[in-house]
């Protein structure tokens, strides 16, 4: 190489050197648009090593510093301004979004038919995290006020009011579906208070997969060789029914002329467990949990101050179930074998002997809590068969007071039929027995997957919690729930329909295209079990029709999680 080409190779590498310098010594002072000092070692010594001459480093100098002028903002951008408070140990984003084609078909005794065809979106996301002093966090919006659905219908703003035009977005707000603060004791106790993800080992039989119940919880652990046994209990607010206490003549609207005396509804729960682990890949999993609800009292539509709240929904009047068409009306005699008399935020006064057997938008209360002490045993079998993970899992209720239950639900149904027929024989009274036999609820199923996810009643692929690029999913069951068995509030509001008095198989299967992006097929089919009997419980998708004879849903997912 010439003299000539090693000086200017010299000048290139210097040159280059002096510009990142010049930019790193700025960005370390903040000033990334300020020049640096007029003076630097590095051209000192080139000169005083003869490389370059006076005259060039100094035309270097200027030419580096004219470079970091113009480029150093994309040499060294600022630093990011977002700042946790120190009390954060770290935190996560979390979330997904959710597309939805689903079918919804009820059919009633007659063959009559209502059917759903619904395009759907869902989000949620929110933030979790630790903090110092073993305290940690979470909280989450999503789509919808309902509890068990986030889910938002396209096109449904022609139904709104005021109407706001095609393509409005009235119905897609955003709710606070969790908000919690939670304290860690070593490995063994953890507590939690706020509105929480599900603290209870259940299943969707018993407790929708949406719920995030609120109150507190606590959970306990302990491992004793291959078991690990755990404690969970939980203390829910079930209704806030304040003012609790009213006297007469303050003209609350709650309370008007009469006063109020109320308790706020709990829901407590007592469960214990244990995981037991024969290998590694095959483990056995089994609870018993006891629910029981504290605060209920019944209206009394006379005389409220003396036998409790009048407030709606009307949880501690007794729970009829039955659908309304052999209910008297004075202007329609002829409703159809599957009608539920339903009319959005009635406060129906069903009256007879001075008690209410109505509900918030029902003639025949379906939302009632009286004679419910649950007893609940989820169980599951974890195994490998080569490498691929399967499980058969399900859950049995019984309620305690079933009997009672259903003797409270005859009762009404006939007395509120009886005091409203009209005197000509235009309609009657078809009541029947005390169904004491149905108080109880199973669900047995099976499920196949990848092996490196984690599965759970409302875990694995088809529930779109985690999964890695090609992880697959199948997922069965059959599930039985009797009129008397269960809290009709609060079980899954898909499968099926959130009703009781209905059996059927549920299927899914689930893909991941990415780690991110899942697809999902469900389907359902359901029938009425005791034909004697409506099919209880308020779900806002189909609330028109009791008793539903049979049922189908199609749902198609793609889930994309971040």
């Keep these: ?73 994309y040499l060294m951008p600022e630093q990011s301004r977002w700042k946790l408070d120190d009390a954060v140990k ?63 219908t396209a096109g449904q703003s022609g139904s709104t009011s005021p109407y706001q035009g095609p393509f409005g977005k009235s119905s897609a707000g955003l709710a606070v579906g969790q908000i919690y603060l939670g304290w860690r004791y070593g490995d063994w106790l953890d507590i939690t208070v706020g509105k929480m993800p599900m603290p209870l080992y259940t299943t969707p039989m018993v407790w929708d997969s ?46 008007p002329g009469l006063g109020q005396s109320a308790e706020n509804i709990f829901l407590f729960a007592w469960q214990g467990g244990v995981n037991y682990h024969f290998t590694t890949n095959t483990t056995v999993k089994v609870a018993a949990t006891l629910y029981k609800y504290a605060g209920l009292k019944r209206s009394n539509t006379s005389d409220s101050t003396s036998s409790g709240s009048p407030e709606s929904p009307y949880f501690g009047d007794p729970y009829v179930g039955e659908g309304a068409y052999n209910y008297y009306n004075a202007v329609n005699h002829n409703f159809a074998p599957g009608y539920a008399g339903y009319s959005p935020g009635t ?73 409203n027929l009209p005197p000509t024989g235009n309609a009657s009274a078809h009541s029947f027995p005390a169904q004491t036999d149905d108080v109880k609820a199973y669900q047995i199923g099976f499920g196949i997957g990848s092996d490196d996810l984690v599965y759970g009643p409302t875990q694995g692929l088809v529930y779109g919690t985690g999964a890695h690029k090609h992880d697959w999913e199948i997922r069965t069951y059959w599930q039985h729930i009797e009129q008397y068995a269960l809290d009709p509030n609060i079980i899954d509001s898909d499968f099926f329909e959130g009703r009781e008095n209905l059996q059927g198989v549920y299927a899914s299967a689930a ?15 359901a029938m009425r079990i005791n034909n004697l009997l409506g099919t209880g419980g308020d779900n806002q998708d189909i609330p028109q029709m009791n008793p539903i004879n049979h049922f189908y849903l199609l749902q198609v997912d793609a889930t994309v999680r971040f």
């Design 1 to 73: 190489m010439s003299k000539n080409n090693q000086k200017l190779a010299h000048l290139k590498i210097l040159l280059a050197t002096f510009a990142i310098a010049v930019s790193a010594r700025a960005w370390c002072d903040g000033t990334t648009n300020t020049p640096a000092s007029t003076t630097d070692p590095l051209l000192d010594l080139f000169v005083k090593k003869g490389y370059v001459t006076q005259q060039e480093a100094d035309q270097v100098k200027v030419e580096a510093e004219s470079m970091q002028t113009n480029n150093g903002a």
């Design 90 to 152: 770290g935190t996560e984003l979390f979330g997904d979004a959710r597309m939805r084609y689903e079918d919804r078909t009820a059919t009633d005794p007659a063959h009559n038919e209502i059917e759903l065809q619904r395009l759907r979106y869902a989000l949620r996301f929110g933030f979790r995290g630790d903090m110092f002093d073993n305290f940690y966090y979470g909280f989450r919006l999503e789509t919808a006020a309902n509890p068990r659905s986030p889910w938002v």
């Design 210 to 255: 949406d719920i995030s119940p609120e109150g507190a919880a606590e959970h306990f652990n302990y491992k004793l060789g291959p078991a690990d046994l755990f404690a969970n209990f939980g203390q829910f607010v079930y209704a806030d029914l304040n003012p609790n206490n009213v006297s007469a003549g303050l003209g609350l609207p709650t309370a």
């Design 347 to 419: 406060q129906f006064n069903t009256q007879a002997g001075g008690l209410n057997y109505g509900s918030l938008s029902y003639p025949f209360n379906q939302v009632g809590l009286d004679d419910l002490l649950v007893v609940e045993i989820p169980f599951e079998f974890n195994f490998r068969i080569k490498k691929v993970a399967a499980r058969i899992f399900g859950d049995f209720a019984y309620n305690l007071q079933g009997r009672q239950r259903a003797e409270q639900a005859a009762s009404a149904y006939s007395t509120i039929l009886t005091a």
């Design 511 to 525: 893909y991941a295209l990415t780690g991110n992006v899942i697809t999902t097929v469900r389907y359902g089919y």
